[in-house]
């Protein structure tokens, strides 16, 4: 992600450096000359896993062109304290002014993928895939669900309009009507384009067996333990494809991964994950 980054993000860089006032910064502007040149460093002070190197260095560029920045890593490598991702040189006042966006974005993403490779390294030797979920921090959907690919994990829907998920509360508004679950189901199935996949919320295995039956193409086994998860699975028998989601954390995770689900949604991916510790060291010429 070190070119042609997509307009969205290059609006959200913007909105970013806006909140910050980085054009108009008085301690820069009172301290730093213009000619006062210096290199900066990005360094990991952590073990992690790395995204976000191509947004930082669009940071630095939209505040100042001139910017010389060097990436040193590419995204989803893996760091350790003390290693160095990205140089910067030039301005000094301009580095000044970028510094803290560029490690805001750097550092969330980081997190978020270091939070999804440890996820993946769990599950691994099962046929479960780590997948996160629509709760994004607001304007970051983008960047947010970049960072758990690089983290090793995969993506659940982009948006609304990624696929038909039907939950707790479209199956209330429709049994409001008198429909039944199955026929809730049969009811997305008829309507939707052949290009939309259908997937429904269950709570039970009654339920489980009524979303099969109805032709649902993901069943999610809500809230489930791991031992109801096992029989849901059995009771699926292939005929869709089964995602585990709600309240799962690394101590669960391996259990409900070996109960034979194909997909395993943790919001907590990009809803809840620490920043990676990462700094800029900068340094003058003598």
């Known amino acids: 992600m070190t070119q042609q980054l997509p307009p969205e993000v290059l609006n959200l860089i913007d909105a970013a450096l806006?909140?910050?006032?980085?054009?108009?910064?008085?301690?820069t502007q009172t301290l730093i000359p213009g000619e006062v040149v210096g290199s900066g460093m990005l360094r990991a002070k952590a073990n992690g896993?790395?995204?976000?190197?191509?947004v930082a260095e669009a940071v630095f560029h939209r505040v100042d062109p001139d910017l010389d920045v060097a990436l040193l890593m590419d995204d989803g490598a893996d760091l350790s304290p003390g290693q160095?991702?990205?140089?910067?040189?030039g301005s000094a006042a301009?580095?000044?002014r970028a510094e803290r966006t560029a490690l805001n974005f750097m550092q969330r993403m980081s997190g978020i993928a270091s939070a999804t490779n440890r996820y993946v390294r769990e599950v691994e030797g099962t046929a479960a895939r780590i997948v996160d979920t629509r709760k994004t921090a607001p304007g970051h959907r983008f960047l947010d669900k970049y960072s758990v690919r690089m983290g090793g994990g995969y993506n659940h829907r982009l948006n609304l309009?990624?696929?038909?998920?039907?939950?707790?509360n479209h199956l209330a508004a429709r049994a409001s009507l008198e429909e039944p679950l199955?026929?809730?189901?049969?009811?997305?199935?008829?309507r939707a384009s052949h290009t939309i996949?259908?997937?429904?919320?269950?709570?039970?295995?009654?339920?489980?067996?009524?979303?099969?039956d109805a032709g649902a193409h993901i069943i999610m086994l809500d809230n489930m333990s791991v031992d109801m998860m096992r029989e849901a699975v059995g009771i699926i028998a292939g005929r869709a494809s089964v995602e585990a989601s709600g309240g799962i954390t690394m101590e669960t995770v391996r259990a409900v991964a070996e109960t034979g689900?194909?997909?395993?949604?943790?919001?907590?991916?990009?809803h809840s994950t620490d920043a990676l510790d990462i700094s800029l060291d900068l340094e003058f010429p003598g």
Do not use: C, M, W, Y
């Not at 160095?84 to 040189?89: C, F, K, N, P, T």
């Not at 199955?182 to 008829?190: E, K, L, S, T």
């Not at 996949?197 to 099969?212: M, N, W």
């Open 94 to 96: 301009s580095i000044l």
């Open 84 to 89: 160095d991702i990205a140089s910067v040189r």
């Open 18 to 27: 806006t909140e910050d006032q980085a054009f108009n910064d008085p301690t």
């Open 161 to 168: 309009a990624d696929g038909i998920l039907i939950k707790d």
């Open 261 to 270: 689900v194909d997909l395993i949604s943790i919001g907590g991916l990009t």
């Open 182 to 190: 199955g026929a809730v189901v049969r009811h997305a199935i008829a």
């Open 197 to 212: 996949r259908v997937e429904v919320e269950v709570e039970s295995l009654e339920q489980v067996r009524e979303a099969v």
């Open 49 to 54: 896993v790395l995204a976000g190197a191509g």
